[in-house]
């Protein structure tokens, strides 16, 4: 087994008002691997506190989900990157069991699967809307995915190669199509969720959550390419 601690891996943390979370989100980042919480505008302080606590810190202007992401992937130098919410609904300590398989070279894409720890941690809006989309995705692409979650691990390389270029809330569901376009191997293993800390920015309401739906079916709209976009040297395959 890969001893995870001593890799060096980044972690993207999209940061919009986590003032409250943010000390117990990185306090669990992995030993060794680099926090770079990107904020999106944040009004109450988020921005002095991650750096008193050690993260790399990157503004981006430009409102949107995917525009803090992709941000912070252009910022990231690790060989792997990790992706995870800043609200302490995931624990970073999870990301050595998300992240394994991209490091030992069994997969290209792991997504963590969300598995709600008490009722509030996911409203019923937002995880139907999940399942619908989760539906579409197999359609679309053939993959067997529960969940789009936001926990997530690749090579960096290989999702710069992707060319991503949804920036709103479609853009997590935009990097599991193209990935499976590219032939990636895609998983995902389960991992606990927990009530937010503080209200949603997207799927807190049914407004949010139905304009997320619509930024997604957008990308979910895409025409498969006709060849590979590039060479990634990733071994596909396997669904």
């Known amino acids: 087994m890969i001893e995870t601690s001593s890799l060096s891996v ?58 803090a992401c992709h941000a912070g992937l252009a910022a990231a130098t690790a060989d792997v990157v990790c992706f995870c919410d800043c609200d302490a609904s995931l624990d970073p300590r999870l990301l050595p069991k998300v992240a394994g398989p991209v490091l030992d070279r069994s997969a290209d894409l792991v997504l963590g699967r969300r598995r709600p720890t008490a009722r509030g941690a996911w409203p019923p809006h937002a995880r139907l809307a999940n399942l619908e989309l989760a539906r579409l995705v197999r359609r679309r692409t053939g993959l067997r995915l529960h969940d789009l979650g936001p926990m997530r691990a690749a090579r960096r390389e290989a999702l710069t190669a992707l060319e991503l270029t949804d920036r709103r809330s479609g853009y997590p569901l935009q990097m599991v199509v193209r990935a499976a376009d590219a032939g990636w191997r895609v998983t995902e293993t389960n991992v606990p969720y927990h009530p937010r800390t503080g209200r949603s920015k997207v799927t807190g309401t049914w407004r949010g959550t139905w304009q997320a739906v619509h930024d997604m079916r957008a990308v979910l709209a895409e025409r498969p390419p006709t060849a590979p976009r590039t060479d990634t040297g990733l071994a596909g395959g396997a669904r």
């Open 10 to 67: 980044d972690v993207v943390l999209p940061c919009l008002d986590e003032a409250e979370a943010l000390p117990w989100v990185l306090e669990r980042i992995p030993p060794g691997w680099r926090a770079i919480v990107v904020d999106n505008g944040s009004r109450d302080g988020s921005p002095d506190i991650a750096r008193a606590l050690g993260a790399h810190m990157v503004h981006q202007p430009q409102r949107g989900f995917g525009a």
